[in-house]
T-cell receptor
Framework: GQQLNQSPQSMFIQEGEDVSMNCTSS?????WLWYKQDPGEGPVLLIA?????ELTSNGRLTAQFGITRKDSFLNISASIPSDVGIYFC??????????FGAGTRLTVKP | KAGVTQTPRYLIKTRGQQVTLSCSPISGHRSVSWYQQTPGQGLQFLFE???????NKGNFPGRFSGRQFSNSRSEMNVSTLELGDSALYLC?????????????FGNGTRLTVT
């Protein structure tokens, strides 16, 4: 179920701007995952993080696994219109249970 | 590799009916999880199957059930449908045989109960 605090809930930005969103929890996670969901589609895995402190990039996306294992952030640089969608964080506990954030709805104005 | 495939994509049912949704995981993935997604509640975990056995179950009534076949394909059944069951039902598969096995989602089945 949903037990991650994801912020912001929504963002309205201009094309070309950078974006930052994060997730926090009181629980310690084994893995942090970031997904993007377009309308009418399922969430697509963007980045997976497996070690505390790990910083991973996927094109214009960069995500980090917090040192405390209780948080993660996702940055998108130089946003483009196709970045529009809902971004979800997910944490995987050591027993493989998953927790999800409520999502950040991103709108990019051309 | 083909992704997670869910059928049907859309379904309209009336209250009291029952429905079966199908999910074919990524080849080689033995774990299949089901989630209900609604605007108000977000992603809610229903259950997980691994090697034909239910490993975890979320907090949903007994009207929601599932099963997994020997080829890892899974089905989810909802009986005596209620209006509140209208949602996007997502299936996700993972390898689950290593620590680094993230969930990969299908495009979901949009169920509307009238």
């Amino acid at each position: 179920g949903q037990q991650l605090n994801q912020s912001p809930q929504s963002m309205f930005i201009q094309e070309g701007e950078d974006v930052s969103m994060n997730c926090t929890s009181s629980s310690i996670f084994n893995t942090w995952l970031w997904y993007k969901q377009d309308p009418g589609e399922g969430p697509v895995l963007l980045i997976a993080l497996y070690k505390a402190g790990e910083l991973t990039s996927n094109g214009r996306l960069t995500a980090q696994f917090g040192i405390t294992r209780k948080d993660s952030f996702l940055n998108i640089s130089a946003s483009i219109p196709s970045d529009v969608g809902i971004y979800f964080c997910a944490g995987q506990l050591y027993n493989n249970d998953m927790r999800f954030g409520a999502g950040t709805r991103l709108t990019v104005k051309p | 590799k083909a992704g997670v495939t869910q059928t049907p994509r859309y379904l309209i049912k009336t209250r009291g009916q029952q429905v079966t949704l199908s999910c074919s995981p990524i080849s080689g993935h033995r774990s299949v999880s089901w989630y209900q997604q609604t605007p108000g509640q977000g992603l809610q975990f229903l259950f997980e199957y691994f090697s034909e056995t239910q490993r975890n179950k979320g907090n949903f009534p007994g009207r929601f059930s599932g099963r997994q076949f020997s080829n890892s394909r899974s089905e989810m059944n909802v009986s005596t449908l209620e209006l509140g069951d209208s949602a996007l039902y997502l299936c996700a598969s993972s390898a689950r045989d290593s620590r680094n096995s993230p969930l990969h989602f299908g495009n979901g089945t949009r169920l509307t109960v009238t």
